[in-house]
């Protein structure tokens, strides 16, 4: 695959800016917006519009950022896109430090090439390779956080998979993978009790 827009010589250098899922809510998340900053990943097809919405956990298996800084991230990002066959094809990456970012790379209305048999579902990948990294509680806070952030403006109880519950791989990492909701748990449980939260997120997607 040729990921001609990473090279350096055509990137535009500026950050990215934020958004924010599920604004107003308890669930209110923000992420740096990159998309179409660079080429994370090829597009799969465009998204039938009744599909039904599913969460899939994922690592990236790659290095993290050595720095905390925001162009450190992106950086470690464009890297590991450049290395990966089907590039950054998740639509979320969950950075591992607390004050780390939760970056959007690829559009959740469309499918990439994350999942076999699965990409129409909204990938959530952790940074890091968590077959030998011990993840941080922090990460794994924001990960699920982020997933109750798009139920709740999804309005929808959300169905949870790993990686590993649809193909023979590891991934999301055996460190990783018992602090991830197991398969089938509907997300997210807790606005069955909170009705004000469902559908009251404003929805701040570009
Ligand atoms: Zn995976």
Excluded at 8 to 35: C, H, I, K, W
């Amino acid at each position: 695959m040729n990921l001609l827009r990473l090279s350096s010589s055509n990137f535009d250098r500026r950050l990215p800016g934020s958004l924010l899922v599920a604004a107003g809510t308890q669930y209110e998340t923000q992420v740096r917006d990159a998309r179409g900053l660079v080429e994370w990943s090829p597009l799969a097809s465009r998204r039938h519009i009744k599909e039904d919405r599913l969460i899939l956990y994922h690592h990236t298996a790659g290095e993290v950022p050595p720095h905390r800084s925001t162009r450190a991230e992106l950086d470690a990002l464009i890297v590991e896109a450049r290395g990966g066959k089907w590039g950054l094809p998740y639509n979320f990456v969950v950075m591992p430090g607390g004050h780390h970012r939760i970056w959007y790379l690829n559009d959740i209305d469309a499918n990439w090439p994350h999942t076999y048999g699965h990409n129409g579902a909204t990938a959530i990948a952790a940074m890091g390779n968590y077959s030998h990294m011990i993840p941080r509680a922090t990460m794994v806070e924001r990960m699920l956080r982020l997933a109750d952030a798009l139920a709740t403006m999804w309005g929808l109880q959300v169905p949870e998979w790993q990686h590993r519950d649809v193909y023979p791989t590891e991934c999301p990492g055996h460190l990783l993978s018992p602090l991830l909701p197991q398969k089938d748990r509907q997300r997210s449980a807790d606005w069955q009790n909170d009705p004000a939260a469902i559908g009251g997120g404003s929805n701040t997607w570009q």
